[in-house]
């Protein structure tokens, strides 16, 4: 397949004369795409119902005159102001009870029956108008970002209701799933339950899984909405730009729904408040970013998109405005960013945005182009990459050895119910991930429904609390080595603790016998070398021991080809895991530089240099960005 580079464009923002000039240099750059309109709605519809869609039909003119393909956004992160005074009720309402009030984006609530109606009546109109114009559609804008999903409105309060009433049908039945016998906390009727929050103490953990659960599905359904309204005109692929780090709604629900997944990659702007990384990794990564947090979600997203078709829709082009500090990448960077995308089997990167705005929030976020039209730094790393792809090997798309298993509701249960300070459910599994990446190895993230695992020779599930049935029975077939723990299969659907006790798996004798969590300053020694750190697991085992503590007590045990982990190890002791399964599983893993990163793809490997400095390896002086393939 041909990889492809694209912008995001507002021609909105512009003055029509210059649109046809922009339009050009684009198509000269060697761009291909250009996604458009996400947030036009008060230009689409200045006043109810008073639709003004001709300029957008110059645009799109415009663009697809000078060979470009259009990515057409419904407008629906934007609502217009008069949408407030015609849905009063509309806004997302936070745990403390505070609307989030108009003046910026994202201000609806999920559950809002009108708002829903209105999304879709605009994404009709514009379906109807545009669906055998634009080449691709984008839904709605990054679902989730400025934590808008989970919203304690009355409208969530109403919908909360009935989602529990159809699934429990009876209040006796909710009753007992939730253990409400405890603190007299049973209800009569389902019109009596509240939302989780505002609580005295901690609410019950199995009502607040369940709301996020809930919460989980109103975005669900009200993506679905906006594909339906495509779909009865348009034939185009749909797509949603997901976010880096954000797991409130499950990505896999709303991936289903349509043809190509697409993320929001931001590498410097994540660093210091999504990655989970030491101070010290910080500062050493600050012009080029974290080496694993954008793979992850590459990984991730390819898992997400219909048969593994994925984009990043906004590449981060320079320094950005919303970070707490905000750097400019390393020289080089975003031809190395594009090409890591490409390496994990990316479509289209797409830059964000063409021109820098000189007005409103993102005054200070580059773009390919200065707010005066002459190029910015990024534009000839663009054009680099696109005489690049003029002779680009092919990146082949073929299965990885190493299975990870990412289970967006496990987050949800390790949120309610975290234990103690530090425990994350992301942050285990992104510590995995990066300790399989340190090895050289190759990753396919799989969804926790996952029915085979036919051709992986490795398998990891920490911290997936409740494995679905057809885990279950893909993990008791496969002839992989699969590693569980800590806290795997550890709670019932209704997030109880099960009898039999964790982890319950077939052929492997191990059980819980008590969880403890230590304070993140006070980890604790593996015998052979290295900490762990949070969350420890006391088990009964008569499988083999393969790590233990100072005092002879298991931490990590094997039968056959399963291991079971019962703690939380830091980078020592997890390289040494991770090796020791590796080898096990036929791999063969490299102790690589810190800062290098391999992907293979088939025949192709690509080698990344993260490091500010340079860094020998496989015989070559890879510079600071560096990036080769062979
Ligand atoms: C994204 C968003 C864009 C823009 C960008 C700035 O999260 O989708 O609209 O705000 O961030 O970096």
Redesign the pocket.
Known sequence: MKRTLGT?YYPEHWPEKIWAEDARRMADLGLTWVRIG??AWSRLEPTPGNLQFDWLDRAIATLTDAGLKVVLGTPT?TPPRWMLTKHPDMLAVDADGHARKFGS?RHYCFSHDGYREESVRITCLLAERFGQRVAAWQTD??YG?HDTTISYSKSAEHAFRDWLAQKYQSPDALNRAWGNVFWSMEYASFEDIDLPNLTVTEPNPAHVLDFRRFTSDQVARFNQAQVDAIRAHSDAPISH?Y?GRVTEFDHFDVGRQMEIATW?S?PL?FLEDRVGASPEDQRHYARQGDPDFQAFHHDLYRAVGTDGRWWVM?Q?PGP???APSNPAPLPGMVRFWTWEAFAHGAECVAY??WRQAPFA??QH?AGLLRPDSVEAEAFAEAAHVASDLQDMPEVERVQSPVALVFDYASQWAWEAQPQGIGNDYFQLVFDVYKGLRQLGLSIDIIPPDTASLDGYKLVLAPGAITLTDALKAAIANTQAQVVLGPRTNAKTHALSIPVPLPPAIKNLDVTVSRVETLRPDSPEAFADGGHYQLWREQIETTADVIEHDTQNRPLMVRAHHLSYLAAWPDTTAIQRILTRAAIAAGLDPIDLPKDIRIRDTGRTRFVFNHSPDSVEFEGQTLPPAGVFWH
Do not use: S, T
């Open positions: 995001c996400e947030f992160a984006r804008n990054e970002c730009n976010m929001d931001y702007g906004e981060q950005v405005n919303w964000f945005r929030q993102e976020h």
